[in-house]
C-alpha cells in the first residue's frame, strides 16, 4: 500500500475537542423532561437466601415514582454466551438468593438522587444468610457450599486444550519446572462511571443511551430480559469515558432503566458512584495458574502443561470467555510442540469478575514470561536468547487453534535489547538497581462466535455525496480509544480524501447497520476496517467506472483515488474531483443515492483471532532496599501491530497500558474482607498517576497483515500483559526476590529479600 | 388491491399520544447546554436604503454574545428556484436596502432572550426612505419606486399558458363574461411559531433542528448561504405544528442560528413570537383576477382568458411557483377548448407572499368557481347542472400539460347535491338563507423541478429483521399532517404487517435516505408512498425467494405477504412467518443485513402534477341582513382522493380545510397601513373557533389513481379551495349580493345589499 498524508500518520482524535473543551455529552449529562433518577439496593452480605422484601415503605415515600424487585420483573436470566443458554446464569435483579455483597435485589426511581438513595433505606429484606467461599480453592473442596444449583461443584465451565504428547515430552525434557502463580483481582478504572438512560418512545418502543462498549450486546440482551423484540429496543452510545472490558455485558441498570421507564412512562437514569463501581464492579480476574514447562539441554521448548483456576465470583459474566483465552495465551509466544490446558471457572461469592483489557493475557503471561525468565537464569542462557530460540515466526501454526500471519516478535526481542543495553546492564546482579523483560502476544478480535450474532462480525455503510463528501455508519463503538479517529482514516485513505471530508455516525443500533460485536478484544480497526473496505471498494468500483466511461478509457487502465480526485493511473488529466465522479454516477443511475455497504466475518481463520499481534518489553526498576518500594526508572517497549495507521494513537495505548501495567504489577489491589471490598475510593485504591510514569522509548516493529485493514493488526490490548513480568524479572534481578503473586508490594519485596 | 385492517381503516395518528401528553418535543422545547437566544432586529420603515448601522453598544451588553448585520454574512442570495437564480433574490439579512417593514436587519445572539431584546434596542441603524408601493396597480405603474434593480417595472417574473384559439372561441361564443376579482392575503396561523436551534459539532459542521416542511431544501440552502458543503449541515426535523407552506424555505432565522453558532461555537437558537409572525411572516398571495370567459348557448365552455397579478412583497419567496400553479388550476375542473393565461409576479413593499395550503387554487378557483356560479345564473342553467356538462373526466388531457388518469369529479357534484337537498333549497331565492357550490381540483405533490435536485423526488429504506420488525427510513416530513401514520400503514399494507412493526425514522437529512422535497403540493402520500413501495418490493422479492427455495415451489406460485407471514397463495401452510423469511435470506446472504431502496421520481407525467384530485362543496348559509353576518349552517363535501389509505386521518383533512376556508372566505384578513400589519394577535385577527365550525357531512367518491400508492392521491390541500366561492354563492342565493372580492365581510354585505 502506498502512503500518503493520511495513513501512517499522526491524526489528532476527533473527539478531542469535545472532550477537552467539555462539550462532550456523556450519558449523564443527558436530562430529560420529567426524567426519574434510579438507585439500586444491593446485598449487605456475600450469600444468602432472600425470605421477605416489603417495599411499602418505599414506595409511599414522597417523590418515589417506582420501586421494584426481582419479583416484578420478567425473570428472564442473561449472559453473553447466548450459544450456551446454560451459562446465561445472571437476572437482572435478584431472584430468591444473593450471591455477593452487591448484588442487586431491589431498583427505586424517584424524582431526584437523594429521594431515590432515602427509599432505599426504607426497603426491609430478610436475608436467610448461607456460608460463603471467598476463594477458588474453597470454592472447590468437598462439602463447599453450592452457589448455583446448576453448578453442583460451583465450576461452572471448563476449557480444555490438548496437542502432541506432553507428558512424554516433559518426561523426556533435559530441564522441567513447575510453578504456581496467583494473579488478583485490579479495576478497569475508567473515568465514567456506568450510566444509562432510558426513554420508551411513542410507540412503546425503548431507546436507551448507555455508556457501552457494546450497544448490540446490549439491545439483544435488554430486549430479551424485557420480553421484548430486538428491534423494539434502540441502543445509542453517547461518549464513554473508558471501559477497558467492564462495559461489555447487559447490566442490571441497564435493564431497570429500561423497564421501570416502561413501568412509569418517564425517562429513567442510573449512574452509578465510585463507591459502587470499585466495591460491586466487574474487575479482572484473579487466577490461580499451575504451569509445568520442559526445554531441552540448548533451551528449546518442547511442552507445557498449564492449568488455570479461575475465581470468577457469583456470576459468569465473562468468565467463560476468560477460561477460554488464558488457555489460548498460554499457547502464544513460544513454539510449544506439545501443550496441554484445563481451565476451569470458579464461582466464589465475591463481584463476578468479567473481561478487562488483555483478557486472559495478563495473567497467563505472567505465568509464562516469568517462567521463561525463571527458566533462563537455571539453563543459563540470557533471557532474550531463550525467547529468540523458541520464538514464533509468521506462517507458524497452533494445532487446529490458529496460524500466524504475520509476526514482528523476534525484531522486537532485538530491538528492546539494543535499545535499553540490555547486554550491558545485565551484567550487573542484585545491586538494587534491574533489569527484566516480558514480552506478549494479543488477538486482534475474535473468530468465535458464542454471542450467537445472525449478523456480519461489522457492517459499514457508506454513502457519497456529489459535494464530495461521504458519511460513514457503523456500529463499532468509540469508547475513548479512539476507533471512530482511525476508522475515518482507512476511509479517508481507501478514496483518496481528507478526514474532513468524512461524517462518521457510530453505535447507534437503530441508525447504524446491523451489526457489529462491540469494542473488546482489539477487535474494531481489524473487523470494521475491513468492513469499511469492503464498503469503500463497492464505492470506487462506481466511481471508477464514472471516469472509464466519461473519458472513454480502455479497460485495462487502473484508476486512482488519491487528492479528492479519482483519475487513470499515470494520465491525472483523465479524471474528475471526487464529487464530480459521485455526480456522474448519480446521473446515471437517475438520481439514486450513491450508497454501499460493507461487511466482515472472519472464516476459516482458526479458533480465536484473524490476527496475532507481538511485542517485548523492557523495565528497568530501582529497588529501596530498606522500604522495598520499586520505583520503575525506565521502560523500552517494541511492538508489532502491523501497519501503524495512526502512530501518535498507538502511542496512546502504549502509554495507558505501561499505566495499567505498573498498577498491575505493583500497587493496584482490591482489600477484601469476608467478600467485602473496602478499598472504594481512588484514595485507597492505589493506581499510578501520572508522576509515578516512567520515561519510556518504544519502536514499532511494523509487519504487514494480510487480513489486517491495510496491513493492520491489533495495538490496544497485547501491551498490558509484559510490565507485570518484566518488572517481576527486574526486581529479581535488582535484589534476587523472585515474585510469582501479584502485585508486588514491598512488604513482598521485604519478606523476599529477608528484611522481615 | 385487496384490503386488510390496515388500508382504508381508521388508524390512529401515530404522534397522537405524544402529542396528548406533552411529551412530543418541538424544537423550541430543545435546550442545549451553553445555549444562546437569538432574536431579529426588523425594518420599520417599508422601503428604504440602509445608511449606516451600529451594533457596538449591543455588542457590549452584558449577556450579548454575537450581533451581526447584512455585512459580517457571506451575502448569498437564496431562493427556492434553484434552476433559475435570477429569482434568488433574498439576503439572510439585509444588504443596503431593507424592502417591508420587517425585513430582517440584524440579528443578536445572548444569554437569554430579555438581554437579546434588549441589545436589538440597542442598535443604531440610519434609514434613508424611500417612496414605497403597497398594492399591484401602483406597482407597475409608470414611474413607480423600483423595489429591486434587476427588476425595474417590479415584475419579478411571468407565466404564460396558451392553447386553442381563445380569441376565436371567445368572439364567437353564445356567452361571454368578464370579470375582476381581488383575494386577500391571510395566514398559516399554525400554532408551532417558527423556531430553530443550531450546533457546530466537533468537526465544524451544522446541525440544525428546525421548525420546517422541507429538510432538505433548508439543507441545501442553507449549506449554500453559509458557504458550506450541503452534507457538512445536517437539518433534524423534530415534532412541528402545522406549516401550511409557511414553513418550506430557508428562513433568515435559520440562518442566523447556524452562522452564530458558527462565530460563537455554542448552540444557538431562535423562536419567534406571534406578533413577528402575523406582522412579518409569509402569507398567502393576494391577487388581482381578471377572468374573460365563454360559453355556447347549452352552456358548453368555449374558452377562459385568465390573467392574474400576483401581490408578491418584497421578495419572491414561492411567488414563482405560485404564478405557475395559479394559472395551471385556472384551467382545472372544466374542458376548455381553448385557454390563455398571463401571471405576473409584482413586488410591493409589504412582507412577502409565501407558499400556502392550496398553493394558488384558493385564489384561481373563487374567480373560476364564482364566475361559474354567476354565468349559471345568466344562461339559466342550474350551477351544478351547467358543471356536469363541462366536468372533467378520467383521460382528459390538457394539451402539452396534463393527462388525467383519475377523475371522480361529476360524481363529486352528483353526491353533494343529493346530500344537501340541492334542488328543493335552490328554488328559495333571497329570502335571508341561500345555498351555493364551489368546486376544485388540486395536485398530488409536482412534476417540476425548479429547486433542480439531483436526487430522487422521495426515497425510502427498508431494513428487514429477524424477529418480524421492519425499520422505514424516509426525509418525507410529518408537520402535523400525518404522513409518519400514512406511510407506515402502506408499508405495513405492502408487507402484511402490523402498524407496530414498524418503526419509523424520517427527516434527518443525515440519516434518512437522500432526498425527498417535503412537505408541500400534497405530495407525500403519493411520492413517499411510492418510493416505499419501490423499495417494499424488493425486500418481498427476497423473501419470496426465501419461501420458495424453503417449500421448493413450482415457479409459477404466487406469494403472498399477510398477518406477518409469507406464504404461497391458496396453500398458506407453505411459508413462514414474516421474521422466519427475513432469517432464511439473512443465512443465504451469510449474515447481511436484509435492506432495500426505494425511490420515486415522477416522469412522462405532463408539467404539473403526477395525479389530480377533485371536488365538490356545498355551503348554506343564513345571512342577517340587519348586521350583514354570515352564519354558515351546514357543508357537504364530496370528494375524490382516489383510495382513501385512512378515512380517519382525510376526515382530519376535510375539517381543517373548512376552518381554513371559511376563514379566507369570511373573516381572516391582515389590516394593513402603510405596510404596516396592524392585526398582530389572535385577539385581532379572526380564524374561525371551534364555536364557529358548521356542522357537515361527506362522502370520499372512490377512483384507483394509477400512479397512487395503492390508488391514493391528495386528500390535504384542495379542499381549501371550494368553501369561499361555495359561500359566496349562497351569500349571493341569500341577498343577491355577489361579492368578488375577499373576505366576504358584514359591511361588504351591508354596502352590496343598500343596506349602508
Same mark, same amino acid.
Given at each position: 500500500?502506498?502512503?500518503?498524508?493520511? !495513513?501512517?500518520?499522526?491524526?489528532?482524535?476527533?473527539?478531542?475537542?469535545?472532550?477537552?473543551?467539555?462539550?462532550?455529552?456523556y450519558t449523564d449529562d443527558f436530562k430529560l423532561p420529567?426524567?426519574?433518577?434510579?438507585?439500586?439496593?444491593?446485598?449487605?452480605?456475600?450469600?444468602?437466601?432472600?425470605?421477605?422484601? *416489603?417495599?411499602?415503605?418505599?414506595?409511599?415515600?414522597?417523590?418515589?415514582?417506582?420501586?421494584?424487585?426481582?419479583?416484578?420483573?420478567?425473570?428472564?436470566?442473561?449472559?453473553?454466551?447466548?450459544?450456551?443458554?446454560?451459562?446465561?446464569?445472571?437476572?437482572?435483579?435478584?431472584?430468591?438468593?444473593?450471591?455477593?455483597?452487591?448484588?442487586?435485589?431491589?431498583?427505586?426511581?424517584? /424524582?431526584?438522587?437523594?429521594?431515590?438513595?432515602?427509599?432505599? &433505606?426504607?426497603?426491609?429484606?430478610?436475608?436467610?444468610?448461607?456460608?460463603?467461599?471467598?476463594?477458588?480453592?474453597?470454592?472447590?473442596?468437598?462439602?463447599?457450599?453450592?452457589?448455583?444449583? &446448576?453448578?453442583?461443584?460451583?465450576?461452572?465451565?471448563?476449557?480444555?486444550?490438548?496437542?502432541?504428547?506432553?507428558?512424554?515430552?516433559?518426561?523426556?525434557?533435559?530441564?522441567?519446572?513447575?510453578?504456581?502463580?496467583?494473579?488478583?483481582?485490579?479495576?478497569?478504572?475508567?473515568?465514567?462511571?456506568?450510566?444509562?438512560?432510558?426513554?420508551?418512545?411513542? *410507540?412503546? $418502543?425503548?431507546? !436507551?443511551?448507555?455508556?457501552?462498549?457494546?450497544?448490540? /450486546?446490549?439491545?439483544?440482551?435488554?430486549?430479551?430480559?424485557?420480553?421484548? $423484540?430486538?428491534?423494539?429496543?434502540?441502543?445509542?452510545? =453517547?461518549?464513554?469515558?473508558?471501559?477497558?472490558?467492564?462495559?461489555?455485558?447487559? $447490566?442490571?441498570?441497564?435493564?431497570?432503566?429500561?423497564?421501570?421507564?416502561?413501568?412509569?412512562?418517564?425517562?429513567?437514569?442510573?449512574?452509578?458512584?465510585?463507591?459502587?463501581? @470499585?466495591?460491586?464492579?466487574?474487575?479482572?480476574?484473579?487466577?490461580?495458574?499451575?504451569?509445568?514447562?520442559?526445554?531441552?539441554?540448548?533451551?528449546?521448548?518442547?511442552?507445557?502443561?498449564?492449568?488455570?483456576?479461575?475465581?470468577?465470583?457469583?456470576?459468569n459474566s465473562m468468565g467463560p470467555t476468560a477460561t477460554?483465552?488464558?488457555?489460548?495465551?498460554?499457547?502464544?509466544?513460544?513454539?510449544?510442540?506439545?501443550?496441554?490446558?484445563?481451565?476451569?471457572?470458579?464461582?466464589?461469592?465475591?463481584?463476578?469478575?468479567?473481561?478487562?483489557?488483555?483478557?486472559?493475557? =495478563?495473567?497467563?503471561?505472567?505465568?509464562?514470561?516469568?517462567?521463561?525468565?525463571?527458566?533462563?537464569?537455571?539453563?543459563?542462557?540470557? =533471557? !532474550?536468547?531463550?525467547?529468540?530460540?523458541?520464538?514464533?515466526?509468521?506462517?507458524?501454526?497452533?494445532?487446529?487453534?490458529?496460524?500466524?500471519?504475520?509476526?514482528?516478535?523476534?525484531?522486537?526481542?532485538?530491538?528492546?535489547?539494543?535499545?535499553?543495553?540490555?547486554?550491558?546492564?545485565?551484567?550487573?546482579?542484585?545491586?538494587?538497581?534491574?533489569?527484566?523483560?516480558?514480552?506478549?502476544?494479543?488477538?486482534?478480535?475474535?473468530?468465535?462466535?458464542?454471542?450467537?450474532?445472525?449478523?456480519?462480525?461489522?457492517?459499514?455503510?457508506?454513502?457519497?455525496?456529489?459535494?464530495?463528501?461521504?458519511?460513514? #455508519?457503523?456500529?463499532?463503538?468509540?469508547?475513548?480509544?479512539?476507533? *471512530?479517529?482511525? @476508522?475515518?482514516?482507512i476511509l479517508a485513505q481507501e478514496l483518496g480524501l481528507?478526514?474532513?471530508?468524512? $461524517?462518521?455516525?457510530?453505535?447507534?443500533?437503530?441508525?447504524?447497520?446491523?451489526?457489529?460485536?462491540?469494542?473488546?478484544?482489539?477487535?474494531?480497526?481489524?473487523?470494521?476496517?475491513?468492513?469499511?473496505?469492503?464498503?469503500?471498494?463497492?464505492?470506487?468500483?462506481?466511481?471508477?467506472?464514472?471516469?472509464?466511461?466519461?473519458?472513454?478509457?480502455?479497460?485495462?487502465?487502473?484508476?486512482?483515488?488519491?487528492?479528492?480526485?479519482?483519475?487513470?493511473?499515470?494520465?491525472?488529466?483523465? +479524471?474528475?474531483?471526487?464529487?464530480?465522479?459521485?455526480?456522474?454516477?448519480?446521473?446515471?443511475?437517475?438520481?439514486?443515492? #450513491?450508497?454501499?455497504?460493507?461487511?466482515?466475518?472472519?472464516?476459516?481463520?482458526?479458533?480465536?483471532?484473524?490476527?496475532?499481534?507481538?511485542?517485548?518489553?523492557?523495565?528497568?526498576?530501582?529497588?529501596?532496599? &530498606?522500604?522495598?518500594?520499586?520505583?520503575?526508572?525506565?521502560?523500552?517497549?517494541?511492538?508489532?501491530?502491523?501497519?501503524?495507521?495512526?502512530?501518535?494513537?498507538?502511542? +496512546?495505548? #502504549?502509554?495507558?497500558?505501561?499505566?495499567?501495567?505498573?498498577?498491575?504489577? #505493583?500497587?493496584?489491589?482490591?482489600?477484601? *474482607?469476608?467478600?467485602?471490598?473496602?478499598?472504594?475510593?481512588?484514595?485507597?485504591?492505589?493506581?499510578?498517576?501520572?508522576?509515578?510514569?516512567?520515561?519510556?522509548?518504544?519502536?514499532?516493529? &511494523?509487519?504487514?497483515?494480510?487480513?489486517?485493514?491495510?496491513?493492520?493488526?491489533?495495538?490496544?490490548?497485547?501491551?498490558?500483559? =509484559?510490565?507485570?513480568?518484566?518488572?517481576?524479572?527486574?526486581?529479581?534481578?535488582?535484589?534476587?526476590?523472585?515474585?510469582?503473586?501479584?502485585?508486588?508490594?514491598?512488604?513482598?519485596?521485604?519478606?523476599?529479600?529477608?528484611?522481615?
Open positions: 500500500m502506498e502512503k500518503n498524508a493520511i !495513513i501512517g500518520k499522526d491524526i489528532p482524535r476527533t473527539d478531542g475537542r469535545a472532550k477537552a473543551t467539555g462539550a462532550a455529552m420529567g426524567m426519574l433518577h434510579g438507585k439500586l439496593l444491593r446485598s449487605p452480605v456475600p450469600h444468602a437466601r432472600i425470605v421477605k422484601i *416489603d417495599v411499602s415503605r418505599a414506595k409511599a415515600l414522597p417523590g418515589v415514582k417506582c420501586v421494584i424487585t426481582g419479583a416484578d420483573t420478567p425473570k428472564i436470566k442473561f449472559g453473553n454466551w447466548r450459544l450456551f443458554p446454560a451459562t446465561q446464569d445472571e437476572y437482572p435483579l435478584a431472584v430468591d438468593k444473593v450471591r455477593f455483597i452487591g448484588d442487586e435485589v431491589a431498583a427505586v426511581a424517584a /424524582i431526584d438522587r437523594d429521594t431515590a438513595e432515602e427509599a432505599l &433505606e426504607l426497603i426491609e429484606v430478610e436475608y436467610e444468610e448461607l456460608p460463603a467461599v471467598f476463594d477458588v480453592d474453597s470454592a472447590i473442596a468437598e462439602g463447599a457450599p453450592v452457589i448455583h444449583a &446448576e453448578s453442583p461443584g460451583n465450576i461452572s465451565i471448563d476449557r480444555k486444550i490438548n496437542y502432541g504428547d506432553v507428558d512424554k515430552a516433559l518426561a523426556e525434557a533435559y530441564y522441567v519446572r513447575e510453578d504456581t502463580f496467583t494473579v488478583h483481582a485490579v479495576s478497569h478504572a475508567y473515568l465514567e462511571p456506568c450510566s444509562s438512560l432510558a426513554q420508551v418512545d411513542l *410507540d412503546g $418502543r425503548i431507546t !436507551i443511551w448507555t455508556s457501552t462498549q457494546t450497544p448490540y /450486546i446490549v439491545q439483544c440482551l435488554l430486549a430479551a430480559t424485557l420480553g421484548m $423484540r430486538e428491534n423494539d429496543v434502540r441502543v445509542i452510545k =453517547p461518549y464513554v469515558g473508558g471501559g477497558f472490558g467492564g462495559k461489555m455485558e447487559l $447490566r442490571t441498570w441497564e435493564f431497570c432503566a429500561a423497564f421501570m421507564a416502561k413501568l412509569t412512562g418517564r425517562p429513567v437514569k442510573f449512574t452509578l458512584t465510585r463507591e459502587e463501581e @470499585l466495591a460491586y464492579g466487574r474487575r479482572r480476574h484473579p487466577m490461580k495458574i499451575r504451569s509445568k514447562v520442559g526445554f531441552t539441554k540448548d533451551g528449546i521448548l518442547v511442552g507445557k502443561d498449564l492449568k488455570i483456576l479461575l475465581d470468577g465470583g457469583a456470576y477460554f483465552l488464558c488457555g489460548n495465551f498460554g499457547a502464544m509466544l513460544y513454539r510449544y510442540p506439545s501443550y496441554r490446558f484445563l481451565g476451569e471457572h470458579v464461582y466464589t461469592n465475591k463481584p463476578p469478575a468479567g473481561a478487562m483489557r488483555g483478557f486472559g493475557a =495478563p495473567q497467563s503471561l505472567f505465568a509464562a514470561e516469568s517462567q521463561m525468565n525463571m527458566a533462563a537464569e537455571e539453563l543459563g542462557i540470557d =533471557p !532474550i536468547e531463550l525467547r529468540i530460540k523458541n520464538a514464533m515466526v509468521t506462517g507458524d501454526r497452533i494445532p487446529g487453534v490458529a496460524t500466524i500471519s504475520s509476526c514482528g516478535f523476534i525484531e522486537s526481542l532485538k530491538a528492546v535489547a539494543r535499545m535499553s543495553g540490555w547486554k550491558r546492564k545485565r551484567s550487573r546482579l542484585k545491586n538494587g538497581r534491574g533489569i527484566g523483560i516480558g514480552c506478549y502476544s494479543f488477538i486482534s478480535g475474535g473468530v468465535f462466535n458464542w454471542f450467537n450474532t445472525q449478523y456480519p462480525f461489522s457492517a459499514a455503510e457508506i454513502r457519497a455525496y456529489a459535494d464530495g463528501t461521504v458519511h460513514l #455508519l457503523t456500529m463499532a463503538s468509540d469508547i475513548g480509544q479512539g476507533s *471512530d479517529t482511525v @476508522l475515518k482514516q481528507k478526514m474532513e471530508d468524512i $461524517r462518521i455516525t457510530s453505535a447507534d443500533t437503530a441508525m447504524t447497520p446491523q451489526a457489529d460485536l462491540g469494542s473488546w478484544g482489539s477487535r474494531v480497526t481489524l473487523m470494521a476496517g475491513n468492513a469499511i473496505l469492503d464498503a469503500a471498494r463497492k464505492i470506487k468500483k462506481q466511481l471508477a467506472g464514472a471516469v472509464s466511461a466519461k473519458f472513454n478509457l480502455n479497460v485495462i487502465f487502473d484508476i486512482k483515488f488519491a487528492d479528492g480526485r479519482v483519475f487513470a493511473a499515470g494520465k491525472p488529466e483523465r +479524471g474528475m474531483s471526487f464529487g464530480e465522479a459521485v455526480a456522474f454516477v448519480q446521473k446515471a443511475n437517475r438520481g439514486e443515492q #450513491l450508497v454501499a455497504r460493507g461487511s466482515y466475518t472472519p472464516r476459516g481463520k482458526g479458533l480465536v483471532t484473524p490476527a496475532f499481534s507481538f511485542g517485548a518489553q523492557v523495565a528497568e526498576v530501582e529497588v529501596d532496599k &530498606e522500604t522495598g518500594l520499586v520505583k520503575v526508572e525506565k521502560m523500552w517497549t517494541a511492538h508489532d501491530c502491523g501497519t501503524v495507521l495512526n502512530p501518535m494513537a498507538v502511542e +496512546g495505548q #502504549l502509554d495507558g497500558s505501561i499505566q495499567m501495567g505498573l498498577g498491575y504489577a #505493583l500497587s493496584e489491589q482490591f482489600v477484601m *474482607d469476608g467478600g467485602k471490598t473496602l478499598n472504594t475510593t481512588f484514595l485507597d485504591y492505589k493506581m499510578p498517576h501520572a508522576p509515578d510514569m516512567p520515561p519510556g522509548e518504544s519502536v514499532c516493529i &511494523e509487519t504487514y497483515e494480510p487480513e489486517g485493514p491495510m496491513g493492520a493488526k491489533e495495538a490496544g490490548e497485547g501491551l498490558v500483559s =509484559p510490565t507485570a513480568p518484566a518488572i517481576a524479572e527486574a526486581v529479581w534481578h535488582a535484589t534476587g526476590f523472585r515474585c510469582k503473586d501479584l502485585p508486588i508490594t514491598p512488604e513482598k519485596i521485604l519478606r523476599g529479600t529477608g528484611k522481615l
